[in-house]
Structures are given as structure tokens and as C-alpha cells.
């Protein structure tokens, strides 16, 4: 009796020295995964310093057994038992990857095939997260729409159609050429940022470039003028990066609404000054040669003329326009037309004659009244300022 107790007794020391132990980190269950990089080395213990029992292709399906072990996870392959390093390893439980969508049009499937139901197509550029592998194709979730209003959705794309990214979380690529919904979405931002003044219109073009690259300025990033990770999350996320029409047309300081009086003696006769318009932002200088109740000013060259023109479409115009006048280094709020009238002091500026512009309480000077156009459009150019 003494004997059995005793057998007993060291086979249950026996067992409890020879319970498998786990790591803090031990997976729940026995999972499939998939080679993330090209011949990866399977060895045959958890140590670089291990043999290598095969090579693993990017691609290759494996079984992860239920631990990891400092980065290693214990895998079978084939008839092939050993060790990977974890880096190598996608494991649909524990990890994601995030990707683009690199051509527009792109079919959101319900399952991997050609054949399958599409569920939404989409846009260049969406950013999107991969949760899994089969075979060629990924399983991935997108986010549809912008905001309380969006929605997760998941299926499967062809993985020849996404580019991986290093960022570590969702984001829309956005750049020059791309057009549709997410373009319109992020010039509806910046309008409201007040970095884009042009309508919405979903296509990528110059406009939207500057109005990013401006943005990008502000926010202390590079200027390239396209919306990567950092600059998307940026624009759509909560903070109080904005500008004024003005600084975003180059104004810098603030844009004054000051009496004509005032003006008068900083905007001398002969004193050359910027006129920025302030629907298009286009500059052009001029040269005041006289007037007393307003300033009486000619284009400084054939050059700054055309640009002036292009500003009334190509023909000169009596219309009024809002615009910014910056001389001495100050900048004032200011309305001018585009007819070239009566004296013409340059005569190789191709303008023949000068044109009128009025500031706070200018007159006409041949009724010495104010101009009701021309004052509506100086307290235009005022506001838009600010």
C-alpha cells in the first residue's frame, strides 16, 4: 500500500512539472494567417540564431498555433512544423494593414471573385483597412460617407488594386487629376476653412491645389498639395486652423477700412501699389498719377494691363470691383472699375488712359459725391477681409 501511495505521489510530481506553460501574450485558439514578406525563414526554434527549415513566400498560408513566444509564433506549413518571426505574420484576430485604392471604380464585392455581388464602387484615393487574406483578395472595411451620417462597410477587392500604406490609421488620399464625392467633401472643408473661395465642383484641379498647399502652410506641414494621412486628418478633424480670403491671396497684416483722407498720404502721387482682386486673388500693380477725391491710376506695365484685363474677362468694363490696395505696407479695403479713361500718362503700358480707385468716403470727382457702387464694393472687399 505504502508503495502505491508513493508511485502516485511522484507520477503527480512528474505531471505538474511537464504542464506546457503560455506567455502573457498566448492567442486564444489555433488560427490561419498569412506571409507578409517574401522569403521569410521558418526555423526550427524561436531564435534567429535557429536553423532554417524552409522559406516562406509572401502570400503563403500558414497555422499559428496558440501561443507567441518574444515575437515568434509556432506555425505549421505543409507537412512543416517551426517558428516565424511575428513581423512577418498577418493574424486576422490581432492585426490590420491599411491601404489605398489606387484607380478609381474600384468593386466592393460581397465575396473574392469576379463574380460576385458589387456592393459600391470606389474612389481613388479611399483609404481603407485590410482585416484579411484570401488568396489574391482582400477582406477590407471602408468607411461610406462623412461624419455622424458615415457607415462601415466590409467585403472583398482584388489585392492588385490597393497600395499598402505605412500610416497607422485610416485616410483618404486626395490629389491633382482625382474627381468624385471625397473631392467634393474636402473643398466643402476648405470653403469652410476659408482657404477656397471657388464652388465645390468634385474635380481636383490648380485651385484645389493651392487652397491645400495654403492649408498645409497654416498647419505647419509640407506643401505639397496633396492630402495624405496627416493633412486628412487635419482638415476633417476638430481644430481652429482657418484663414481669411485675404491671407489666403498672400495679405499678410490686417486689411484696413480707412477714410481716403488717410490714404491720400500714404498713396502719393507717383507711388507705386499691389491691387489684389478679391473674387480671383489676382494682383497686379499700379502707378497713381493724380486725383483728389479718389486716386487716378494706371497699370505700371503691358504685363500688369493684361492681368487687370483677364480680371474683366477680356474687356474693359465700367463694372465695379471689390479689391485690396496694399502700399507703404498696409493693405486697404478699395473698389475700382476697368475702363480706361481721359489722360493716359504711359503710353507703352497698352492701356490708353487710367482708371478710378475709391476707398472709404471717396467721391466722384464730377459731382463730389460718394459712389454708391463703389462704396458697397470697399465694404466688400472689408468683410471678405475678415
Known amino acids: 500500500m505504502k508503495k502505491t501511495i508513493i508511485l502516485l505521489f511522484v507520477a503527480a510530481i512528474f505531471a505538474v512539472s511537464f504542464i506546457p506553460t503560455t506567455t502573457v501574450n498566448a492567442m486564444p485558439y ?47 506549413y505543409g507537412n512543416y512544423r ?36 458589387v456592393i459600391m464602387k470606389l474612389d481613388e484615393g479611399t483609404g481603407v483597412t485590410i482585416i484579411n487574406f484570401v488568396g489574391e483578395w482582400y477582406e477590407i472595411e471602408v468607411q461610406e460617407g462623412v461624419g455622424e451620417d458615415s457607415v462601415l462597410r466590409s467585403g ?19 490629389k491633382k487629376g482625382m474627381q468624385g464625392a471625397a473631392v467634393r467633401d474636402l473643398q466643402t472643408e476648405l470653403r ?34 496633396i492630402v495624405g494621412a496627416k493633412t486628412y486628418e487635419l482638415i476633417f478633424g476638430d481644430n481652429d486652423i482657418k484663414t481669411t480670403v485675404a491671407a489666403m491671396f498672400g495679405i499678410t497684416g490686417e486689411v484696413k477700412k480707412s477714410t481716403w483722407d488717410e490714404i491720400a498720404k ?24 493724380g486725383g483728389w477725391w479718389h486716386a487716378d491710376v494706371e497699370p505700371l506695365t503691358a504685363a500688369d494691363t493684361a492681368i487687370m484685363k483677364s480680371i474683366y474677362n477680356g474687356t ?26 481721359l489722360a ?12 478710378c480707385i475709391h476707398f472709404n468716403d471717396s467721391k466722384v470727382h464730377e459731382t463730389g459725391q460718394e459712389c454708391p457702387r463703389h462704396q458697397y464694393c470697399v465694404d466688400y472687399a472689408y468683410n471678405k477681409a475678415h
Open 30 to 76: 489555433f488560427e490561419d494567417a498569412t506571409v507578409i514578406g517574401d522569403e521569410v525563414n521558418m526555423r526550427m526554434r524561436p531564435s534567429t540564431d535557429s536553423p532554417v527549415i524552409t522559406q516562406l513566400s509572401e502570400g503563403a498560408r500558414i497555422g499559428v498555433f496558440c501561443e507567441e513566444q518574444e515575437g515568434w509564433y509556432r506555425i505549421i
Open 266 to 289: 500714404v498713396f502719393t502721387k507717383g507711388k507705386i501699389a499691389t491691387v489684389t482682386d478679391v473674387r480671383t486673388g489676382k494682383q497686379f500693380r499700379v502707378r497713381r498719377f
Open 192 to 225: 469652410k476653412r476659408k482657404f477656397m473661395v471657388a464652388r465645390a465642383t468634385g474635380y481636383y484641379g490648380d485651385i484645389t491645389v493651392g487652397a491645400v498647399k495654403a492649408f498645409q502652410k497654416e498647419a505647419g506641414l509640407a506643401q505639397d498639395g
Open 316 to 341: 474693359w468694363s465700367w463694372d465695379r470691383r471689390a479689391i485690396w490696395v496694399t502700399v507703404g505696407g498696409r493693405t486697404y479695403a478699395a473698389s475700382q472699375n476697368g475702363m480706361p479713361h
Open 82 to 117: 517551426g517558428y516565424i518571426s511575428a513581423e512577418f505574420v498577418f493574424l486576422p484576430s490581432k492585426d490590420y494593414m491599411i491601404a489605398h485604392v489606387q484607380e478609381g471604380g474600384l468593386n466592393l464585392r460581397e465575396n473574392p471573385g469576379v463574380y460576385s455581388n
Open 344 to 355: 493716359s500718362p504711359t503710353p507703352d503700358n497698352n492701356f490708353p488712359g487710367h482708371f
Open 156 to 174: 472583398y477587392v482584388h489585392s492588385d488594386y490597393l497600395k499598402i500604406s505605412t500610416s497607422d490609421h485610416v485616410s483618404n488620399i486626395l
